[in-house]
């Protein structure tokens, strides 16, 4: 068995496996990708890539190509809610066109990202983002490869995987382990990390099908319907997407074509794949262990899935830095440590939303079935969180993250606010990959604390910014931005002790300061 060594070894290169790869790589860190299917990706499903999405794609030179397999940019979602197919509404909701986000995005505050939103399929998201990872030369992407068992010794991890063409076992010691391979995760069990279910699952199945006389009836781009049922047109070429509840009778798969006719009445339906699956709100009970971690939805599976793919994204790039910055050896032990901290919140929080929006569904079939009105069935829905948020978690925060340092008038943690400076430049774009320092103080104090941080090995950027505007709106004249844009440190002036902020910032030393 041959034995490979690698700083950072990602198992699945899907999602969350291919972003954590190009994300160590834009921190100049190599890794190599196991991937056991060889070949392409084939979820039909639409996926919506939020405005807060694109913005972490954006920063690895990705949003164009990503965007460019989207939808058309200048149409609306719409959303129909409907007691059965065929029936008249009894609310529909629309989100905005991306185009039209973008226009409005122009003239909002920092708060809005500076992308709108994509609507794509998994396929085309992960076609394009594994064309991205082949083109690397820091990534070694192995197709047809199957992880198969892990031993964690001290320090490292060590893979064993089966190239499947060559029907050879090897071996891989990484210093670090990222499991990104999806929610039947071969590396959770392997970890003996359990996923804790918030509900008892229900039996679905997706079904993609081709119907020329559905279009008509259904114009939206979905339909909901008090049985569950979510009908999702995928393009102009009369492909849908069904997603079915099954009950007792429905447990033969095998005739796709007879469900349908029961969901959505008797037609012609010519099928291109189903696949079964349960509802689960489940979140891995640890996101770590030793030098192995868990990613995307390998530590979180959510299904019917919303802000997925987001949340697999932000995991991604959240431990990809903070890997990058072990791999340099310029971060210290906390840094890893609040990958679970930051990132596992994220996701509780997402359940959360996500079983009051089931919950909603539920009571919607429940009132629908005792005879409540539209009104009251259209008032209960509109107190459900939105199906779809366009703009992302723009307003996530760690403030409560061990890296992060609460110094000034404003609070550290949150996301940098995305403004437009006066020269029409964003701000965003002038950041550096790693630690940047916003200098606004139009003096010394900045090139100081900067040279400071270097001289520590400690990867910064100074970007000084001559902005009347900025420095009125900002009390902080200085601000530390991470390389996930969020703020680990922001002050008025220069800080008693910068040694102190900085061990902090880069996880040295744990946080002993109160926070706001
Ligand atoms: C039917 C379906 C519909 C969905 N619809 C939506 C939607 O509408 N909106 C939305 O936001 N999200 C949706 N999702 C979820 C979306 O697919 C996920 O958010 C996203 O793909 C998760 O990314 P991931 O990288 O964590 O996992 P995946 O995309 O599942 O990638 C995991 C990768 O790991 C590989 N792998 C698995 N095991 C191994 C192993 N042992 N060795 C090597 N490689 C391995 C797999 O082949 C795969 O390429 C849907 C998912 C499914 C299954």
Not at 14 to 32: F, K, M, N, Q, R
Request: with cysteine; charged share 25%; net charge neutral.
């Amino acid at each position: 068995m041959s034995v490979t060594q690698t700083p950072v070894l990602v198992v699945g290169a899907g999602l969350a496996g291919c972003v954590l790869a190009l994300e160590l790589a834009h921190h100049g860190v190599p890794s190599i990708v196991v991937e056991r299917s060889a070949r392409p990706p084939r979820h039909s499903e639409p996926s919506l890539v939020t405005g807060r999405g694109m913005e972490l794609l954006r920063r690895l030179g990705l949003a164009e190509a990503i965007r460019s397999e989207g939808a058309d940019p200048d149409a609306p979602a719409t959303v129909v809610w409907s007691r059965a197919i065929g029936e008249e509404p009894v609310l529909v909701s629309s989100t905005p066109s991306a185009n039209e986000l973008r226009r409005q995005y122009a003239n909002a505050g920092g708060s809005a990202p500076i992308e709108p939103y994509v609507l794509l399929t998994g396929a085309g998201l992960t076609t394009r983002l594994r064309t991205a990872v082949r083109a690397n030369r820091l990534i070694e992407l192995r197709e047809g490869w199957t992880f198969t068992d892990l031993r964690l010794d001290a320090g490292r991890t060590v893979a064993t995987v089966f190239d499947g063409a060559a029907r050879v076992r090897h071996e891989i010691e990484a210093d670090h382990l990222a499991g990104c391979d999806g929610a039947q995760s071969t590396v959770r069990r392997c970890l003996g990390v359990p996923l804790r279910d918030a509900i008892t699952p229900a039996r679905h199945c997706t079904v993609s099908f081709r119907s020329e006389t559905l279009r008509p009836a259904y114009p939206a781009l979905s339909t909901i319907t008090t049985d569950g049922t979510a009908l999702i047109r995928r393009d102009a070429h009369d492909l849908w997407i069904g997603h079915v509840p099954l009950d007792q009778d429905d447990a033969d798969l095998t005739n796709p074509a007879a469900l349908l006719s029961k969901r959505l009445g008797p037609r012609p339906y010519e099928i291109v794949g189903v696949t079964p699956w349960q509802e689960a709100l489940g979140v891995a009970g640890t996101y770590r262990r030793g030098t192995a971690y868990l990613v995307g939805e390998s530590a979180h599976r959510f299904h019917p899935p919303s802000a997925t793919v987001d949340t697999c994204l932000a995991d991604a790039v959240d431990l990809g830095w903070k890997l990058a910055a072990a791999v340099q050896r310029w971060g210290g032990p906390h840094l890893l440590g609040s990958y679970e901290g930051e990132r596992r919140r994220q996701a509780m929080l997402e359940r959360e939303t996500l079983s009051r929006r089931l919950e909603v569904r539920l009571r919607f079939g429940r009132l629908a079935a005792a005879g409540a009105s539209p009104d009251s069935l259209a008032t209960l829905l509109r107190r459900q969180p939105p199906d779809v948020d366009p703009a992302g978690a723009t307003t996530s925060h760690h403030a409560t993250s061990p890296v992060v340092w609460h110094d000034g008038p404003e609070p550290a943690g949150t996301r940098l606010p995305a403004v437009r400076l006066r020269d029409g430049r964003h701000l965003f774009d002038l950041l550096g990959p790693q630690f940047t320092l916003i200098d606004l103080t139009r003096g010394p104090d900045g090139r100081s604390l900067l040279a400071a941080a270097v001289a520590r090995g400690i990867p910064m950027a100074h970007l000084p910014v001559d902005d009347p505007g900025l420095r009125s709106a900002w009390r902080s004249h200085l601000v530390l931005v991470r390389p996930d844009q969020h703020i680990a440190w922001r002050a008025a002036g220069p800080p008693s002790d910068w040694d102190a902020v900085l061990d902090v910032v880069t996880g040295h030393r744990e946080r002993d300061h109160v926070t706001t």
